[in-house]
C-alpha cells in the first residue's frame, strides 16, 4: 500500500540531499512570488552605492591616497551583504510560525534541511546582491586592478562571509518570538557590525575603543581582503592589528569560526523548538 | 514531533519514540491549522510534501496530479494557496496527508469552519478513504459528524477519556427515546393521558401545546400515544419519537450540553470526540 519504503542507508544521502534542493527550490518561488522581499538586495545596494559614493565620497580623504569610489565599493557589497543576512532570520522566522513547519514535522524528511534549504536560497541572493553592487560600481567607474582570478577569489570571500553570518542569524529567527522581532533584534546587531568597520571609511581617525572593534571586526577582514584582491585602495595595509595585516586569511577564519559555531547552534535550536 | 511526558504510544505497529521514523513513514496526518504553504500552488505543496515523503519527482508530479483529481482541486492546481477557499484548503491540506498512501491517517477537526456544502463533500472523501482500507484517527467537536463516520468513538473530557464505543453502544448506555407531541390546542389532560407511556416528566412549551418526555424506545409507541390522546378526545397535529442523538449522549455523559466545548479553547482542556474507524 505505501510506496515509500525503508531508505537503504545509501539512499539515505541522496535524501538528505534532494531534502535540501527541494527547500531551497521552495524558497527560491517565495523570493519570486515577492519580488518586493527582495529590495534589500536589488534597490538597496544601488541606492547605498549611490548615496554613499557621492555624498561620503566627496567629504573622504583616504590615508595613503587613492580614489574613494574604488575604495568604497568593497566596503559597500560588505555593508549590503551583512545587512541582508537580516533574511534568513526573518524568513526562518515567519515559516516557524506558520503551519508548514508543522508539516515538516510529521514527515520522515531529513530535519535540518529546514536550515540548509534556507541558507542555500539566501546565499542565492547574496549572489544577485553581489552582482547588482559589481555592476553599478562599474557603472560609476569602479575598476578592479588585478587577474580575473583575484578578483573572483574577492567575491567568493564575500559569498562564504555571507552564509557564515546567514547561519548566525538562522539562530536569531529560531529564538526570536516573530518575524518582527527577528528582524528588530537582527537590526540592532548587524546595522553596528556593518558600520563599525573600514568599509566606509578609513579606521585611522575612529576613537581608539571604536578603531579596535573595527580592526578585529569580521565586516573589515572581509572588506580589506576583498580590496586587496582586487587591486583597490586598502588603507588597512598599514594598520598593526592581526587581521589587517593578513585580511585573506582572517576573513576565512572568521567565516569558518561563524559556520562552526552556527550551524550546530541553529541545528540544536531548531530540532529543541520543533519538538514539542 | 513531541515526546511524551509518560506512557508510551504504537502506530501501524511501532512505538512512536524509538521508530518515529518509521511511524512518519505510515501516517498522514493534517491538523486543525493550515499546514500548507501559502505562498506554493495547491500543486507545488502537494509535490514539495511527496518529495520530502520520499517520493521520486516523477511519482510525486503522478500522485499530486491524482490527487488534485480526487479532490476536485485540478482547476485550482496551479493558483496559489492564498487565492484557494478555507474549503479547498482544507481539502488540499488532507491531499497533501496523502501523498504517501499512508495505512494511517490522522485528521484533526477536519471540517471545523466549514460551510455545510464543504462539510459534506468532506465526509465523502473520507468515506472513500476509509472503504480504501485507511486507518482513520479523527478528532471532532461535532457530534453528528462522530455519528456518521466513526466506527468506535472515544469521549474525551479535560484530558480524561469518559467514554468508549460504537456509536449505538453509547447509545444504549445513556438510555431511551425522547417523546414529542404537537397538539392541535392545548389541553390540560394531555399530561395525564401520556403519564402511563412515559419514563419521566413531561415537559410543556408552546402555550400547553407541545408536550415532551423521555421515553423507552419501543414498537409502535407513537400508534398508542395516538390512540391513547384520541380516547381522551384530544386531537393531536404531530407525533415524533425521537431516538437519542450523541448529543444526548455527551450531554448525559458531562452533564452539560454539547455546544459548551465548542466555545472552550486551548487544546488540553477541550472535550474531543476521538474517532477511530478502520
Known amino acids: ?276 | 514531533m513531541s515526546l511524551p511526558d509518560a506512557g508510551w504510544a504504537r502506530v501501524a505497529g511501532h512505538d512512536v519514540v524509538r521508530e518515529a521514523a518509521a511511524v512518519q513513514r505510515n501516517i498522514g496526518v493534517t491538523a486543525q491549522d493550515a499546514t500548507v504553504d501559502e505562498v506554493l500552488t495547491g500543486r507545488q505543496n502537494l509535490v514539495m510534501i511527496g518529495r520530502l515523503s520520499g517520493l521520486r519527482r516523477r511519482q510525486a508530479r503522478v500522485r499530486a496530479a491524482e490527487l488534485l483529481d480526487q479532490f476536485d482541486l485540478a482547476d485550482a492546481a496551479d493558483r496559489m494557496l492564498r487565492q484557494y477557499s478555507g474549503g479547498m484548503r482544507r481539502r488540499l491540506d488532507l491531499a497533501a496527508g496523502l501523498m504517501t498512501r499512508p495505512p494511517v491517517l490522522f485528521l484533526d477537526e477536519p471540517t471545523t469552519g466549514l460551510d455545510p456544502a464543504s462539510r459534506l463533500r468532506m465526509w465523502n472523501v473520507i468515506r472513500e478513504l476509509v472503504a480504501g482500507g485507511v486507518t482513520l484517527l479523527l478528532t471532532t467537536q461535532y457530534l453528528d459528524e462522530a455519528d456518521e463516520l466513526a466506527d468506535r468513538i472515544v469521549v474525551i473530557d479535560h484530558g480524561h477519556v469518559i467514554a468508549e464505543g460504537t456509536p449505538a453502544d453509547l447509545k444504549t448506555q445513556t438510555g431511551g427515546a425522547r417523546l414529542e407531541v404537537t397538539l392541535t390546542e392545548a389541553n390540560p389532560g394531555a399530561s395525564g393521558a401520556l403519564e402511563p407511556y412515559v419514563a419521566g416528566p413531561v415537559q410543556l412549551s408552546q402555550g400547553g401545546r407541545r408536550l415532551r418526555a423521555p421515553v423507552r424506545s419501543g414498537g409502535g409507541l407513537a400508534s398508542t400515544v395516538v390512540r391513547a390522546l384520541d380516547a381522551a378526545g384530544i386531537t393531536v397535529d404531530d407525533v415524533e419519537v425521537h431516538q437519542p442523538s450523541l448529543d444526548d449522549v455527551f450531554f448525559a455523559l458531562t452533564g452539560r450540553p454539547a455546544e459548551m466545548p465548542a466555545e472552550t479553547t486551548g487544546d488540553r482542556d477541550e472535550t474531543d470526540l476521538e474517532v477511530a474507524r478502520s
Not at chain 1, 24 to 47: C, F, K, M, W
Not at chain 1, 181 to 193: K, M, R, T
Not at chain 1, 198 to 206: D, E, F, S
Not at chain 1, 257 to 272: K, Q, S
Open chain 1, 1 to 276: 500500500m505505501t510506496i515509500a519504503t525503508l531508505p537503504a542507508p545509501s539512499r539515505r544521502l541522496g535524501q538528505r540531499f534532494a531534502d535540501v534542493l527541494v527547500l531551497t527550490g521552495r524558497n527560491l518561488v517565495h523570493i519570486a512570488r515577492e519580488p518586493l522581499q527582495l529590495s534589500d538586495v536589488t534597490i538597496q545596494p544601488v541606492l547605498f552605492t549611490l548615496l554613499f559614493v557621492y555624498v561620503f565620497g566627496s567629504g573622504v580623504v583616504l590615508p595613503g591616497g587613492g580614489s574613494y569610489k574604488e575604495f568604497a565599493i568593497a566596503g559597500l557589497l560588505a555593508l549590503n551583504i551583512t545587512t541582508s543576512a537580516m533574511g534568513t532570520a526573518v524568513g526562518l522566522s515567519t515559516d516557524l510560525n506558520t503551519g508548514v513547519i508543522d508539516r515538516f514535522r510529521t514527515l520522515p524528511m531529513w530535519r535540518a534541511a529546514v536550515l540548509v534549504g534556507r541558507s542555500a536560497a539566501d546565499l542565492s541572493t547574496a549572489a544577485l546582491c553581489t552582482l547588482i553592487v559589481a555592476v553599478t560600481g562599474l557603472v560609476i567607474a569602479w575598476r578592479p586592478h588585478a587577474s580575473v582570478l583575484s578578483v573572483i577569489a574577492g567575491f567568493a570571500l564575500f559569498l562564504l562571509f555571507s552564509y557564515a553570518l546567514s547561519w548566525g542569524c538562522g539562530c536569531l529567527g529560531i529564538v526570536s518570538k516573530g518575524p518582527e522581532s527577528a528582524q528588530g533584534i537582527g537590526l540592532v546587531i548587524l546595522f553596528p557590525l556593518a558600520i563599525v568597520s573600514n568599509g566606509l571609511v578609513p579606521t585611522q581617525h575612529m576613537p581608539t575603543v571604536l578603531r579596535v572593534i573595527a580592526d578585529w571586526n569580521p565586516v573589515s577582514a572581509v572588506t580589506a581582503a576583498a580590496r586587496h584582491l582586487w587591486g583597490n585602495p586598502n588603507p588597512s595595509a598599514t594598520i598593526q592589528a592581526w587581521p589587517m595585516q593578513h585580511p585573506v586569511a582572517a576573513s576565512l577564519l572568521w567565516s569558518i569560526a561563524l559556520l562552526v559555531i552556527f550551524a550546530p547552534l541553529a541545528t540544536l535550536l531548531y530540532r529543541r523548538r520543533t519538538t514539542g
